[in-house]
């Protein structure tokens, strides 16, 4: 079973995320914020992570993209920034901090599947 960590600030997105992946075969955790999502991934160490880019507080999305990435326990996870900021500009320090890919919300259920089913194939 592939494990999935939610790093997203807003309730009901997160909610959303999940209800979505619950219609799969996924172990699923979630975060609040970056700073719990890194600690979260360090302990869970999921196959995939939806990430937020901008989050308050300590780390934002791009920080704990990187950090994940840089990390010889985790850097095999797979990332999926998600956010509001659809600039190339904004994709392609997304890609520098490590993503694998970048979705824009707001996005469909189903073009998340999408996504995921690509990046874990």
């Not at 309730?11 to 619950?22: A, F, K, N, Q, W």
């Not at 360090?42 to 992570?49: N, S, T």
């Not at 970048?102 to 194939?121: C, H, N, Q, T």
């Amino acid at each position: 079973m592939k494990k999935i960590l939610i790093v997203e600030d807003q309730d009901e997105i997160r909610e959303l995320i999940r209800v979505t992946l619950e219609f799969d075969d996924y172990e699923i955790d979630e975060a609040p914020n970056g700073d719990i999502g890194l600690a979260k991934a360090g302990r869970f160490l999921p196959d995939l992570i939806l990430l937020d880019v901008m989050m308050p507080g300590g780390l934002n999305g791009l920080q704990v993209c990187a950090r994940v990435k840089a990390d010889p326990v985790m850097r095999e996870a797979k990332v999926i920034l998600l956010t509001a900021r659809g600039q190339e500009s904004d994709r392609q320090a997304g890609l520098a901090a490590g993503a694998d890919e970048y979705l824009i919300k707001p996005f469909s259920p189903l073009e998340l599947m999408k996504v995921i089913d690509k990046v874990l194939a």
